[in-house]
């Protein structure tokens, strides 16, 4: 393995990039979706001045999404072990095993992507490397609109080598069941995600980290086709049901139903009870709330494939908005806000 470069400068500097590994995890199950693996891929290799390899984990991609990965220059699609778990946890366990390939070939550097996520600047692996402290080596985005206070999200999160070789986080959204670890959460009050244990890996070290928020100055969704410190976009809604934290704290049945969702369980039937119980009751709101948000989607995404130069510009107030329909405002409206 190739030794690595004296990162704490070139983090301090914004240079010495030896080489980057890009990270990603491709759930899309349809073949139409392809469009939007395409044009993450040209975005990339647009975007992308530093010698990079981007890592591939495909298992639940469709053939013809893999047929795309494996024909793109600069794309290693890796055989990672299948899982059985789902939801967070799967696309945890493909992001640590992608990790651990990028590190044992030697990449100086280490960035995530989300499926539906990309740099939209020729200089965004430069600004990432200036924005991450010389303490950690990481920066990343920061959805604080969706109430993250101290997780870097997966959709983009950028760290030296070092910062993996010394503290070798998971991405894996569950506790580790330390006491220290349930303070980090009662402390910062941060909800688990993806990305969780790296947050606590940093608040555990006391290390800083380079934070990019949402930079929009025209939003569509409060959380969806979010543009994060100018550098990256994200979608936020093409590999899962659309349906947010955030969009729950707004929700009558699932705050009435919270101190049944708090109450500790002692025994298998009791925890089957519960998960029941809660089912029946939020269920229904849950199910509107998806396809509230799936309708906002829809035209996010169609504007985003049909003119992706346009959209970028429109959130950015570079470009005049087209005509959409009257309901996404009105959606749009009764989403919770983001802060400020």
Request: charged share 20%.
């Amino acid at each position: 393995m190739e030794q690595a470069h004296d990162e704490s400068t070139a983090a301090a500097d914004g240079a010495g990039v030896r080489s980057v590994a890009i990270l990603v995890v491709y759930f899309l199950r349809k073949d139409t979706d392809q469009q939007l693996v395409q044009l993450q891929l040209d975005r990339i290799a647009r975007h992308t001045s530093v010698p990079y390899t981007l890592y591939a984990a495909a298992n639940r991609a469709t053939a013809t999404t893999r047929g795309l990965l494996a024909a793109t220059p600069n794309v290693a699609l890796c055989d990672v072990p299948e899982t059985e778990l789902r939801g967070n946890r799967e696309h945890a366990h493909y992001l640590d095993a992608l990790v651990q390939q990028a590190l044992d070939d030697g990449a100086s550097h280490l960035v995530t992507l989300d499926v539906d996520s990309f740099p939209v600047r020729d200089d965004w692996i430069q600004s990432l490397t200036t924005a991450a402290p010389p303490a950690s080596g990481l920066a990343g985005i920061l959805r604080a609109e969706n109430g993250d206070v101290a997780l870097p999200h997966p959709s983009c999160t950028f760290a030296r080598r070092s910062f993996f070789e010394q503290y070798g986080p998971s991405f894996s959204p569950d506790s580790d069941t330390t006491p220290e670890f349930r303070r980090f959460l009662r402390t910062t009050g941060q909800a688990g995600d993806t990305g969780i244990r790296l947050g606590y890996t940093l608040w555990a070290n006391d290390l800083p980290w380079g934070q990019l928020l949402r930079s929009n100055r025209h939003d569509l969704h409060y959380l969806m086709a979010g543009i994060y410190g100018d550098l990256v976009f994200h979608l936020g809604a093409a590999a899962r049901a659309i349906l947010f934290r955030r969009d729950l704290e707004h929700s009558l049945a699932h705050r009435l139903s919270a101190p049944l969702e708090r109450y500790p369980p002692r025994s298998p039937s009791v925890i089957r009870t519960k998960k029941w119980l809660l089912g029946r009751i939020r269920n229904g709101a849950e199910q509107r709330l998806i396809s509230q948000n799936g309708e906002i989607a829809a035209v996010i995404c169609n504007w985003l494939l049909a003119d992706p130069e346009g959209f970028i510009a429109y959130l950015r107030a570079e470009a005049p908005r087209p005509d959409l329909p009257d309901w996404l405002d009105r959606l749009a409206a009764v989403s919770p806000r983001r802060p400020g």
